[in-house]
């Protein structure tokens, strides 16, 4: 398994951005996809975004497609995403995800998880 550290979650007004980083440790980077899921209160875990080993390929959800970009540095072994034009239902606590693939991500089947990072969109 991959041991992982969100940060950058906080309070933002609705439009502003935000930065969200996950440092991996325990295995290179470079060898396992990764992604971002979210949890808002009363609501299920759902996909936001991941990424392919090579950080060649992307993939999002469809709320937030053209808004949010994730992207990772291998030689940091450290995957971010830029959150913009936030909206009050983007609220909700992050959670980074690596996997065997971006596929694994995208399916909701990781090997890892973080432990979470709030991010809250004031209206």
């Known amino acids: 398994q991959v041991q992982l550290v969100e940060s950058g979650g906080g309070l933002v007004q609705a439009g502003g951005s935000l930065t969200l980083s996950c440092a991996a440790s325990?295995?290179?980077?470079?060898?396992?996809?990764m992604g971002w899921f979210r949890q808002a209160p009363g609501n299920e875990r759902e996909f936001v975004a991941a990424?392919?080993?090579?950080?060649?390929?992307?993939y999002y959800a469809n709320s937030v497609k053209g808004r949010f970009t994730i992207s990772r540095d291998n030689a940091k072994n450290t995957v971010y995403l830029q959150m913009n034009s936030l909206k009050p239902e983007d609220t909700a606590v992050y959670y980074c995800?690596?996997?065997?693939?971006?596929?694994?991500?995208?399916?909701?089947?990781?090997?890892?998880w973080g432990q979470g990072t709030q991010v809250t969109v004031s209206s």
């Open positions: 325990g295995r290179t980077s470079s060898s396992f996809g």
């Open positions: 995800a690596a996997g065997g693939s971006m596929f694994e991500i995208i399916g909701g089947m990781p090997d890892s």
């Open positions: 990424i392919s080993t090579s950080g060649n390929y992307t």
